[in-house]
């Protein structure tokens, strides 16, 4: 079945730490995305990547990177700059169109928590 | 900017019951209306969408129209059952812009 991965469910980071939450797509999607939602906030955009090589800021991007070497895969590292890291992070895809009426693809996220 | 606005919960219904979580919405140009849905511990699942004024979206009961002259996209649904219970979002997304803009989100409790 196609779809969105993320792994794994549960990560737990030490303070000062880095670390990387894996997301894989086999929809053939070109454009993948990283959200972070907390509780009564909805979701907050990340970072996002229209084709691989090539990814933007979203609206809360500092303290996170990204890259997109695949089609396939868009891994999000957590780094230690990011000060409240603790969160729900989804992944998604969509087609890649001028069209707006694409919808993104989900997967199951990832819940960080500092120890 | 776009943005969305959906009432705020949680809604408390018994089984059976009729549903409607508001939703409107800022947008320039004619945006794309979408709702997700999210059960405790996943990602968000398509519900339904509506890409022009007029539409209705449709899945598994639910039900929402693209109301251009409010600027709303409301969730309906007839009668609900205890496995409805999740969050809704409302979501946006206008134009060539990549960016889905999403509500804060509905909680949604149905009781037997």
């Known amino acids: 079945d196609g779809g969105i991965t993320q792994s794994p469910k549960y990560l737990f980071r030490k303070e000062g730490q880095n670390v990387t939450l894996s997301c894989e797509q086999n929809l053939n999607h070109d454009a993948m995305y990283w959200y972070r939602q907390d509780p009564g906030q909805g979701l907050r955009l990340i970072y996002y990547s229209q084709i691989v090589n090539d990814f933007q800021k979203g609206d809360i991007a500092e303290g996170y990177s990204v890259s997109r070497e695949k089609k396939e895969s868009f891994p999000l590292t957590v780094t230690s700059a990011q000060k409240n890291p603790t969160a729900f992070y989804l992944c998604?895809?969509?087609?890649?169109?001028?069209?707006?009426?694409?919808?993104?693809?989900f997967g199951d996220g990832t819940r960080l928590s500092i120890l | 900017g776009d943005s969305v606005t959906q009432m705020e919960g949680p809604v408390t219904l018994s089984e059976e019951a009729f549903l409607t979580i508001n939703c409107t919405y800022t947008?320039?140009?004619?945006?794309?209306l979408f709702w997700y849905v999210q059960y405790p511990g996943e990602g968000l699942q398509l519900l339904l969408k509506a890409t022009k004024a007029d539409d209705k979206g449709s899945n598994k009961g639910f039900e929402a129209t693209y109301r251009k002259e409010t600027t709303s996209f409301h969730l309906e649904k007839g009668s609900v059952q205890v496995s409805d219970s999740a969050v809704y979002f409302c979501?946006?997304?206008?134009?060539?812009?990549?960016?889905?803009?999403f509500g804060k989100g509905t909680l949604l409790t149905v009781n037997p």
């Open positions: 947008a320039t140009g004619y945006p794309s």
């Open positions: 998604a895809s969509s087609q890649r169109t001028g069209a707006s009426n694409q919808p993104q693809h």
């Open positions: 979501a946006l997304k206008a134009g060539s812009n990549y960016k889905l803009t």
